[in-house]
């Protein structure tokens, strides 16, 4: 089959998030299994450095405002999977983020933005923009690829296309009158498609158009069927049930492997965890914590977000601090979080560092420096850094919620019993809960044998793209 992966990121040529990790590593799995998959994404200037070579293949004008482009076509750095960058400098080459301005706001011409992607993909799909190469699928993701499936039904016999959600929470949510700004056929303005409650929602044109819909777990399939993750799309999504699947992300683990990771200061495996003491004295000199092995060491690494729960955090740390516990975060996001952050972090600076920003190596060492993960998110569609953590042997906490309930087993008098347990799972998403199950994994971890069998158990899960990289290729199969 001949599928077109179409994302807003994807490592390593640019990464915000999760999404990019998966649009970096369930192509090449699916590759793999045998078929011609190849990845397309807009030519921020931070891709075009990191693609290495590439070669202009074809120009363009867009219709709509006669904005000149071109594609550029390379291989996902590491691998053998074809990348066609969308090349409209007027959209795309600018400083700053994929989505954001330096200073952090949303790029106002976002709708015009990811609709000329959408609208360059689909001309590239059906070869009027020609690339010498057709797609019978396109697989897309997330609200920035949301006007690819409806863009598709006025085309004569267009290729099929999925659309995979990684985070209701994003919508691409605009006004009427950006809709009209747009040129998108009149018809489209209606409930059935990209009307949202008298907005436009680009997610929305995905959720009803696409011959298929996938989420990141199967826990969050369910989940955003129901009033209380669905953000008003439970209708929709239960309409649309029968084609409505989770397919539980897998891990890179060629990247994230502690027995080969590069950014390690000793790599170990299930085998010789005292290698993993190296790291953890490594990461406690690094931020001038006191070097102990036997004092807990705590982390958390993500975007600091509501979702993330870190205001839980936040409320509970200095209760765990009165253990004598370390506590590491790495993160970036809202400001009122970090402005908190920083504050409590100058209340213990014995116990607690912060680094604020972005730092790939230095999540690579906490991962394998810490003992305990905390990832309290309130709803989490997958989450890959608590399966990091699991393949780390860095005890997750976590919330009970999506794609962490999926990954982690509780440490349950009967699941330790049986040797299932991995992690811990607060019991709802609130500081007691997080208090509790923190104690609980605080508590084990003075059971140095308990301590270490969760940890095997924890390393042993297998978490490679096969199994889901199948999933994804019987759903392309049925649509096609
Ligand atoms: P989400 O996509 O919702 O942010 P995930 O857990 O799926 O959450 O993925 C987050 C990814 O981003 C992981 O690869 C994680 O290591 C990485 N990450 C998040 N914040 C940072 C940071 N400040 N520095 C380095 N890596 C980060
Ligand atoms: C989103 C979700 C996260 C998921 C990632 C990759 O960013 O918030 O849970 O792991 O996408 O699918």
């Known amino acids: 089959m001949n599928i077109l992966f179409a994302t807003s990121e994807a490592v390593p040529l640019i990464k915000t998030g999760g999404l990019a990790d998966v649009s970096g590593s369930l192509p090449p799995a699916i590759q793999a299994l045998g078929h011609d998959i190849r990845v397309v994404l807009p030519g921020y200037p931070t891709a075009i450095k990191n693609a290495g070579t590439l070669t202009s293949i074809a120009s363009f004008t867009l219709e709509r405002d006669l904005l000149e482009g071109q594609i550029l ?10 990348v066609y960058l969308i090349d409209i400098p007027h959209y795309f ?5 994929p989505y954001n301005h330096e200073k952090g706001g949303d790029w106002t011409d976002n709708p015009q933005r990811f609709a000329a992607f959408a609208h360059t993909v689909v001309q590239l799909a059906m070869a009027r923009i020609d690339v010498g190469w057709k797609p019978d699928l396109i697989h897309c993701n997330d609200w920035q690829t949301g006007l690819i499936p409806p863009l598709l039904t006025v085309e004569d016999n267009p290729p099929a296309s999925i659309f995979t959600i990684h ?22 303005w209606s409930p059935e498609s990209l009307e949202f409650y008298h907005n436009f929602s680009f997610l929305k044109g995905g959720l009803a158009h696409a011959h298929w819909i996938t989420t990141v777990s199967p826990t969050y399939a369910r989940e955003i069927r129901t009033p209380a993750f669905s953000y008003g799309l439970d209708g929709l999504l239960n309409h649309r049930s029968r084609q409505l699947s989770g397919i539980l992300n897998g891990i890179d683990e060629t990247v994230w492997n502690p027995s080969k990771d590069v950014h390690l200061k000793g790599n170990y495996s299930s085998d010789s965890l005292q290698k993993k003491a190296v790291n953890k004295l490594a990461l406690q000199k690094h931020f001038g914590l006191k070097e102990d092995k036997s004092i807990p060491l705590m982390a958390s690494i993500g975007r600091l977000a509501e979702q993330k729960g870190v205001d839980l955090i936040l409320k509970v740390l200095p209760k765990l601090f009165e253990s004598g516990a370390q506590f590491i975060l790495l993160g970036s996001g809202d400001a009122w979080l970090e402005h908190n952050l920083q504050m409590l972090a100058s209340q213990y600076p014995e116990q607690f560092k912060l680094t604020l920003g972005y730092n790939e190596p230095l999540a690579h060492q906490i ?9 309290p998110s309130r709803f989490e569609p997958c989450g890959l850094n608590q399966i990091y953590s699991l393949k780390y042997g860095t005890i997750p906490v976590v919330g009970r919620t999506g794609g962490l309930v999926d990954t982690v087993v509780d440490a349950t008098t009967r699941n ?4 299932t ?13 997080l208090l509790h199950a923190t104690e609980r994994a605080l508590q084990t971890y003075q059971q140095p044998k308990v ?16 199994i889901s990289a199948k999933e994804y290729i019987d759903i392309y199969q049925q649509v096609t």
């Open 73 to 82: 076509e390379g291989t996902l750095p590491g691998t053998k999977v074809p």
């Open 93 to 97: 080459n600018r400083d700053g983020g």
């Open 167 to 188: 985070n209701l929470a994003y919508q691409g949510l605009y006004d009427k009158d950006v809709f009209h700004s747009l040129g998108l056929p009149e018809h489209f």
């Open 367 to 375: 991962e394998a420096g810490a003992d305990i993960f905390l990832m």
């Open 416 to 419: 330790l019993y049986l040797d």
């Open 421 to 433: 347990a991995t992690g811990f799972i607060m019991d709802d998403a609130s500081p007691e809960a």
């Open 451 to 466: 301590w270490q069998k969760i940890i095997k158990t924890a390393m042993k899960q297998p978490f490679s793209w096969e």
